[in-house]
Structure formats: structure tokens, C-alpha cells
């Protein structure tokens, strides 16, 4: 079992819904980053979405490409990445931690070397938004074998042929992209998620998390209570943007993770 299934049998016995939040990984710098991810388990954070900076990140919006901009001009690395959930890991050994981002810095490394690497630095899941499930044997599979799981995005045109296809290899969640298109783009609405959440959940036993488009507390709520769980990616990333301190940052995460925790 790992953290993100302890995680998920913990928030079902009592009977809560998840909170994940999305932070990119040196954005603005590694210091203010560092700061953030380790004050999130106190602001409520069940899951940690730490993302992998990238030159080239085709699903997300102009607000989390600014942020891996702002991260790679930096100095941000995918070792330096690594090693924040290595130091993340000296404080806090059971918050869940999963890994953001595109195939290419992982392909570069090598993905034997990577999955004992993220593995030894506290890694407990990937997100790897460019490979799709035809691909499973080039990092889906021997990451579930290293003791990772492998997070899939559902999305509004994952028809009914296409839908096992991606439940299947897929552990820990199932990501519910809420709206079509990139992050940040629009707005999710709970009368949309609902039925797509149901239709997803007759397929499998996995928790349900719905992402994309959710930015306050009130939205977070509704967005929870739709499915087993949400994610909050841009809009906590724009706090960071507009320089606020991590304090600050901290404090506007507490309020979404006590909107979703009241759903």
C-alpha cells in the first residue's frame, strides 16, 4: 500500500473528502517553494500534486507555464525537484507526494534511474500528462513495479469505448479534468462533474478527484462534493505569482482545503 492508498482509506473511514493542491516545484525560487510545500499538510493538504517544470507543458495555461518559466529560469532541475521531496521527507513522512509534469525530462534521465531516484526521495505517484495508456510500457508499468503508482486524467471526451482503456494500469486516483482545454481555462461546474463522476466510478473501486477550474473555497466545496475529492492547481499558483509571502499562500490554501473538508 502506498502513502496515497493509506491516504485515501484513512479520509474514507472518516468519512472526508480529499484536498490536493498543485504547486510547481522552484516557483518563484527553491527557497519560497520550499516554504510552501512544507507548510501544506498544515493548511489541510491531504495529497501534494509537486510539479515537474517542463519548456514545454502543452496542458497547461498561461498561469502553471509561467510558473515552470519562472522555475526553469531559476535553475530548476528535475534533480532539484527530486531533492525538495527529499528534504520535504525529513519532516513528514505520510503526506502523499506526486510528481506533475511531462515525459521528456524522465525519458532524458532515463526512466530506471528516475524511478529509483523518486522512489528513494519520497515520489509516491506520477502524473505524466504526454503519455497515454498505448504507451504503458515505457513508464506506466515499471513504475507500478518500483511501488509508484500511475495517475490517469480522465477528461469530458473520454467516451465509453475509450474509458477502460484509461482505467486500465491506473492506481491511486483517477484525475477528473473538469472542463476541456488547458488549466485555469475555465470555470468547473458541479452539475457537469456529478454524472461524469458516476459514469467513471461504475468502472472503478478508485477514488474519483476532480481538478481543473476550481479557485475558491465555495468551488472547492461543490467540486468535493461531486466526487471524492478536488485539486486546486492555478489558482494557488497565482497567489505565488503576485509574490505573495508563503504565510500568505498558506492561508488562502486553508481556506480551500476547509471548503473542500466541509463538502
Keep these: 500500500m502506498t502513502r496515497i492508498d493509506a491516504k485515501f482509506a484513512e479520509l474514507k473511514a472518516q468519512g472526508k473528502k480529499a484536498f490536493v493542491s498543485y504547486i510547481m516545484a522552484g516557483d518563484p525560487d527553491v527557497e519560497t517553494s520550499m516554504e510552501v510545500l512544507k507548510g501544506l499538510p498544515a493548511a489541510g493538504v491531504d495529497v501534494i500534486e509537486?510539479?515537474?517544470p517542463f519548456t514545454d507543458p502543452m496542458a497547461d495555461g498561461p498561469t502553471i507555464q509561467?510558473?515552470?518559466g519562472r522555475a526553469l529560469d531559476g535553475g530548476m532541475t528535475l534533480q532539484k525537484t527530486l531533492d525538495?521531496?527529499?528534504e520535504f521527507r525529513k519532516g513528514d513522512d505520510t503526506t502523499p507526494i506526486v510528481l506533475m509534469g511531462y515525459y521528456n525530462p524522465i525519458y532524458n534521465r532515463g526512466v530506471d534511474k528516475f524511478l529509483v531516484d523518486a522512489k528513494a526521495a519520497g515520489?509516491?505517484?506520477?502524473?505524466v500528462v504526454d503519455l497515454p495508456p498505448e504507451e504503458d510500457d515505457e513508464l506506466c508499468?515499471?513504475?507500478q513495479k518500483a511501488g509508484l503508482n500511475f495517475i490517469r486524467l480522465a477528461t469530458p471526451t473520454t467516451d465509453d469505448k475509450r474509458l477502460p482503456t484509461v482505467l486500465q494500469n491506473t492506481s491511486g486516483f483517477v484525475y477528473y479534468v473538469?472542463?476541456?482545454g488547458v488549466t485555469g481555462a475555465a470555470e468547473a461546474q458541479a452539475g457537469d462533474v456529478a454524472p461524469e463522476v458516476a459514469r467513471i466510478k461504475a468502472k472503478t473501486d478508485l477514488p474519483v478527484i476532480v481538478g481543473f477550474g476550481v479557485n475558491t473555497p465555495e468551488k472547492a466545496e461543490t467540486i468535493a462534493g461531486a466526487a471524492d475529492g478536488t485539486?486546486?492547481?492555478?489558482?494557488?499558483v497565482s497567489q505565488i505569482a503576485a509574490g505573495k509571502p508563503a504565510s500568505e499562500v498558506l492561508e488562502f490554501v486553508k481556506s480551500l482545503a476547509d471548503g473542500a473538508h466541509r463538502a
Excluded at 485539486?231 to 494557488?236: M, P, Y
Design 231 to 236: 485539486v486546486v492547481g492555478s489558482a494557488i
Design 178 to 180: 473538469s472542463v476541456t
Design 50 to 52: 509537486l510539479g515537474l
Design 84 to 86: 525538495m521531496a527529499t
Design 123 to 127: 515520489i509516491d505517484g506520477l502524473i
Design 66 to 68: 509561467l510558473a515552470g
Design 141 to 143: 508499468i515499471p513504475a
